[in-house]
């Protein structure tokens, strides 16, 4: 139950404006003598009361037998069928069954909401009657104050002139202050039944000033949700104009609900959105999506730049996960566009490529087994979308158990695949593999872990012509293929003091023996975006999947060095690894790993309390020390103020005919400053560094910004109220460049 306690002895400033007179519609803390909740009074027999007894007790109790008027005083309570009084002094007039409570008078509903008045007039049921200068308090939160107010015996309350807001009415130092919010009207009815609020004649209020009159409506209070409007979103942009958004919401069973949501633009046609989410005992499923009309031009996809004829646009977006037992669990996701650049151009996302899944997955100690099947749907320009897969099924089976023999663990797997493209090759694999690891420790303190790995594939495919890098196709029709691999890892670990706290020292080597491996007769789905990292340095495979294997016997080298004194934790790594045979290799140019000797790679993660972390990782040409690779992400601040840092730079020379991941250089930065206790400006940029040095064929000059983002934000426990300015510096299609502005209103138990 919600307490209010007043504060004896505050500071000047706060004795000064509490000691003001409450007024009308004044939501703060009454001053000095009304309670907390009433608490019942201790019966004075163990007897069960019906329900029509009344139990009190008071300091003093006066009868008058002639008038049958009971007057109690001192700390009067009275308790009946769940409804509590306190007050200082209560008359009970026996014959008219009227209750006239005065002097610090708090009664308390059994949902636990309490009144607060001057004077409250009462029948002897406790349950009806008129309170003057009415404060309620309520149990789900928030407060109702009125010059009048009539409490029903069904337990609603009637205000007149009256004021509600969910906002705290104190400050930090518990000095009164006027609430971010409010709504006053000229009635309001608050049933407890509902939990819900009825305004007439609202008018809404915003840091103490009246903004905006308000038509007749109903709110629902504490953590529920109810029928009705949610609040607007208001913006702007270059393409679409002023767009005013405002959702309703259709509560349709305790854990069902439907959203629905009409936009209004200037520039162009409205769109409506919908969504419908539910909940029940197994999982929860959401499903929703846009829908709207535009030129046919509009869409990338038609030829015609002058057709001028109408035609619907939108998108569909749902996910859905359902925990059917302790180990088995279905999931999926839906995500699908009607064109190329709707996303973009309603501002609705960034993304690329839209990817649909449907998922069955079993997991338990020692096995997992997963069926899955998923589609892509590009969204840029120059992709074809026929050459995006659609694999069904993808099936992978895993199972752990120990060897029984030398105290090792297998793994065994087993995973087949089936892509088929509208358009383009067709891949179908299969494989199984045994995976052997026993790890070690010497009596000087190495750790040595010894690994047997053997696979079995088998993959068909057509159509392989329709792919264009020559070294992806494999062989058309069947093909086979056998793996296998062995590797011993050892670790030395090193541990010393070090700056008053510790240090370790970690050399570590590993040789990795492999056959020959027929790779380039395999079709390549999943192993093409290839780059050696510090995640993959000490990898028994050092590509991405299954589709490619590394074949030839190597030594990686390496060493990690990991600090932590108080307040600072360092955690550093670099290695490189040769080639034992002078076999040619299978990686591309820039790789770092088509030579004998690799480039070197390595990363640097330090945090100095929780205030900064910085991680950097890089990669430096073997010959020349050239920085192939260098990735820096950095966090500097509090949770109130910080600044986010993000650089990246691929300069690899790889040809972008035979690589995914082309060479680029870009630059991200975002931050908060909490510039108040409420207050914070906010602001985020995305810039291309790209020259013809690292990709000859961009057509970017060195500095080319992609987009930002600047915004002011207020935000305290009730009211978040802020302003975004967004500028997209690419256009494409109809996804024109220029500048949006985005009014975010968000109001705690309104319009939610």
Sequence with gaps: MSRFHLLAGSVLACALVGAAPASAQDLRNRPSGSPAI????????????????????????????????????????????????????????RTSGQVVATGGVAIANPAGDVAYGDTIELTDSLKDGVVDNLLVVLEQGGRLAADKGTREASGTFLLDRAAY????????????????????????????????????????????????????????????????????DIGYSRANGIDVTVPYYFRLAPDRGLLVAPTVFTSVLPML?????????????????????????????????????????????????????????????????SDRTFLRRYDLSRDDRLRSTAKLERIDPNSYLSITGWAVQTLRVDDRQGLQPIAFPEIDYRRRFD???????????????ALTRTAGQDTQRAFASLRWDLRRLTTMGQEVTFTAYARADAYNADDTLSTAVESYRGTEGFSHRAIGALAVDVRWPFVGPFLGGTQRLIPRVQVVASPRIANLSIPNEDSRAVDLEDSNLFALNRFPGYDRFEDSSRATYGVQWIANVPGVSIDALVGQSYRLTERPGIFFEGTGLSDRWS???????????????????????????????????????????????????????????????????????AGRVQVTRFWSAFGSAVVDLTDREEDSLSVADGFDPIRHRLGVEYEDDCLRLGVTWRRNYQATGDARAGNSFLLTLALTNLGR
Excluded at 184 to 193: E, L, N, Q
Excluded at 403 to 417: F, H
Aim: aromatic fraction near 8%.
């Design 38 to 93: 009433p608490a019942a009074p201790v019966p004075a027999s163990d007897a069960p009361a019906s329900v029509d007894q009344i139990r009190f007790s008071a300091g003093q109790i006066e009868y008058d037998i002639d008038a049958e008027i009971v007057t109690a005083t001192g700390e009067v309570r009275m308790t009946r069928a769940g409804d509590r009084l306190r007050a200082d002094r209560v008359t009970w007039n």
């Design 599 to 669: 480039d070197y790679v390595g990363r640097m993660e330090v945090r100095f309390r929780d205030f900064v972390s910085l991680n950097h990782r890089f990669r430096l040409d073997k010959d020349n020390f050239a920085v192939r690779r260098s990735e820096v992400d950095a966090t500097i601040g509090t949770r109130a103020t910080y600044a986010l840092l993000g650089y990246l730079r691929l300069n690899r020379d790889i040809a972008p005919q035979t690589e995914d991941l082309q060479d680029r250089e870009e630059v991200r930065v």
């Design 165 to 232: 807001s969910p906002c705290a009415v104190v400050d930090a130092e518990n000095c009164p202050k006027e609430p971010s919010w409010k709504v006053t009207a000229v009635r309001i009815a608050y049933r407890p039944d509902r939990s819900r609020v009825y305004f007439t004649r609202p008018s809404f209020h915003l840091f103490g000033l009246p903004v905006v009159p308000l038509p007749s409506f109903s709110t629902a209070i504490g953590g529920g949700s109810d029928n009705g409007f949610l609040a607007p």
């Design 273 to 337: 959105r919908a969504e419908y989410r539910q909940l029940d005992r197994l999982g929860a499923f959401r499903i929703g999506g846009y829908i709207t009309a535009s030129r046919r031009a509009d869409d990338l996809t038609v030829q015609r730049s002058d057709d001028t004829s109408m035609g619907p646009r939108g998108y569909i977006d749902g996910i859905a996960r359902y925990q059917l037992s302790p180990e088995w669990t279905a999931s999926g996701s839906l995500r699908l566009a």
């Design 403 to 417: 060897d029984g023999l030398l105290g090792g663990r297998v793994e065994a797997q087993l995973n087949t695949l």
